[in-house]
């Protein structure tokens, strides 16, 4: 068996959740067992929220895609992806998993109202700033009907214990790829989505606890995880990462 590729981690001292990191981390997008494993396991997660596109020429815009890593779980449900992110160098991969790449800023983009017939926000929100304009833009990018799904981070103390103090602390995840400030209160999200016409439904959501410890551990001891991908379960608490659907009136 194989040795598991190492995670890298950024050779530059970078403020917490500065883009540059990803830049640095540009090899390890596609990596089962590398920095961002973790973000594979939520888009399969995420892509179940999607359903089969009900008409022809559907889109489905995903707002920092990174390296495209949803394309494989969207495969065969008709929608032409669109993936929007500011990292160049994942927007190449991106393209090169049959993403049509836009390369902006998820507060500013550049594509017309209504254009989506899905908003996919997965795991973006806590590292924009301004997170609610990045919402009124996957708003406005939805056609009247059109679905949003999104996941994130909450701003609460055990988002912060478990995301930032533990997590960032496992040899799998990038020291400062957060910036706990800017998580994101469930709450003030609901209202947000409201206030553009998406009644917002959320869920608690997780790694699996047996899955997540045994795939940690292989990692840790060097050894390849092979195709044992831990899953994401349903949770009733929303206090640390949480998924979100609704459809937008009109």
């Known amino acids: 068996?194989?040795?598991?590729?190492?995670?890298?981690?950024?050779?530059?001292?970078?403020?917490?959740?500065?883009?540059?990191?990803?830049?640095?981390?540009?090899?390890?997008?596609?990596?089962?067992?590398?920095?961002?494993?973790?973000?594979?396991?939520?888009?399969?997660?995420?892509?179940?929220?999607?359903?089969?596109?009900?008409r022809r020429d559907a889109v489905l815009v995903d707002l920092g895609c990174g390296a495209g890593l949803l394309a494989p779980h969207l495969?065969?449900?008709?929608?032409?992806?669109?993936?929007?992110?500011?990292?160049?160098?994942?927007?190449?991969?991106?393209?090169?998993?049959?993403?049509?790449?836009?390369?902006?800023?998820?507060?500013?983009v550049p594509l017309a109202d209504g254009c989506a017939d899905v908003v996919s926000a997965g795991e973006v929100l806590e590292h924009v700033p301004d997170w609610p304009r990045a919402v009124a833009e996957a708003c406005r990018l939805l056609r009247p009907g059109g679905l949003l799904v999104l996941d994130t981070l909450n701003d609460t103390l055990l988002a912060r214990l478990i995301a930032v103090e533990i997590g960032e602390r496992l040899p799998t995840v990038p020291r400062g790829i957060h910036d706990p400030r800017?998580?994101?209160?469930?709450?003030?999200?609901?209202?947000?989505?409201?206030?553009?016409?998406?009644?917002?439904?959320?869920?608690?959501?997780?790694?699996?606890?047996?899955?997540?410890?045994?795939?940690?551990?292989?990692?840790?001891?060097?050894?390849?995880t092979g195709r044992a991908e831990p899953r994401i379960v349903p949770t009733r608490s929303t206090a640390v990462l949480y998924q979100g659907h609704g459809r937008r009136s009109g």
Not at 82 to 108: E, P, W, Y
């Open 182 to 224: 800017l998580f994101v209160d469930a709450r003030a999200l609901v209202a947000e989505c409201a206030r553009h016409g998406v009644e917002l439904r959320l869920s608690g959501i997780r790694p699996e606890l047996g899955g997540t410890l045994a795939w940690l551990l292989r990692r840790m001891r060097g050894r390849s």
């Open 1 to 54: 068996m194989r040795d598991a590729a190492p995670v890298s981690t950024s050779p530059r001292a970078l403020p917490p959740n500065d883009p540059r990191q990803y830049d640095d981390l540009a090899g390890e997008w596609w990596q089962a067992d590398g920095a961002f494993a973790m973000l594979h396991w939520l888009a399969r997660a995420r892509a179940a929220l999607v359903p089969p596109a009900a």
């Open 75 to 108: 495969a065969g449900k008709g929608y032409r992806h669109i993936g929007v992110d500011l990292t160049r160098s994942a927007l190449d991969q991106a393209a090169a998993h049959g993403v049509t790449v836009v390369n902006a800023d998820v507060t500013a």
